[in-house]
């Protein structure tokens, strides 16, 4: 679990989101598309499929649209 942190805290960094900042402040728009970025970029503990594939996988049409 250590190195799936330790490479999600390098792609942070890679978009420029350093250790001193303070993530209250980040606007909206950018939370959210890093947050996509993130979700549909394959990770190899996940067989090489996205989060967003595994975590469509999991859950139903009714339990999605119940939000």
Do not use: A, I
């Not at 330790?6 to 598309?33: H, I």
């Not at 967003?52 to 049409?61: L, R």
């Amino acid at each position: 679990q250590r190195g799936l942190n330790e490479n999600n805290n390098g792609l942070l960094r890679r978009d420029g989101l350093t250790k001193q900042l303070d993530f209250r402040n980040l606007p909206d728009e950018l939370v959210t598309q890093l947050m996509s970025k993130r979700n549909n970029l394959p990770r190899k503990s996940l067989g090489y499929r996205t989060p967003y594939e595994v975590f469509m996988s999991y859950v139903t049409d009714e339990q999605l649209f119940s939000f």
